[in-house]
């Protein structure tokens, strides 16, 4: 079956020479598909090579091979690699599917209903924690070289054993609806794209509005019809968010990471922190050290 993208499109859709319900894709290093995009399917990645940065929503973190992550219709997301990566044939493994088929499906097969409250969590993008990378692989590839119902019936019980997981983490805070025209969301993506560039950097109203030829009033109401939030509010998510990655995953000083991310002083990091987190980054850290602690890290 031929399979093209459409290089037209900011989503870089992939068209079908039928309608299946799983539909595969796997692309390597460099690629046209590493860009900040959103589109209707759910997508599960898994990472097979390179590492550098994961961005999903206004969540940012680092990647590396044997990472897992399922993102939701319409969440925005992009995975960039270290700039020292050699090119590779494949980076990423992807299974994508939409919400319709499943839904319908769930009219007439009852059972396909156990794998709902995972896709209502994907909305938000969904980490998956502890995955054997081996079955993986090897499961992936089965899905890619099959084709029709044996596709089909190679990927419900993958669905399945991550809908009964509960080691997984929720990844964006916010949910930036990308549906508005093309113009509206190459404005909305040169702004996201600048934040999750320069989050660490003095950033104000005006900056953004500049950026896509807007005066503060109008970009503020804009900004806030597509993402939900004030564009502060935005910034502080995302610089929460890498806090997180960083109070996760380095034994760095708290302080440290507070003027790393953005912030300009510990009391409003704490407060901004606690507002989001309903916790303090100390408990934060404790608590992610606990809960993570037990999986150890593997590469290919």
Known sequence: MTKTIKRNTPE??????EIETIRYLEHGYPSDLIRWHAHDD??????VSTSGKVFVGDYIGNYKPGQLILTGPRLPHNWICQSNEPPTDTRDMVIRFDHESFAQ???IIPELSEVLPMLLRAKSGLEFLGEDPDYLKTTFAAIRDASGLERLTLTLPLLKKLSQSQNYRLLSTVQIDLKSNENLQRKINTVVDYVTQHYNQDICLSDASNLVSMSDSHFSRFFRKAT???FTEFLNRVRISRACNLLTETDQQIVDICFQ???KNVANFNRRFHELKGVTPRDFRSQSSNRLGQYSETVF
């Open 12 to 17: 870089y859709e992939l068209v079908e020479g």
């Open 42 to 47: 759910y997508e599960l990645h898994f990472i």
């Open 105 to 107: 499906g769930m009219k």
């Open 228 to 230: 939900g939030n004030r």
């Open 261 to 263: 991310v953005g912030f």
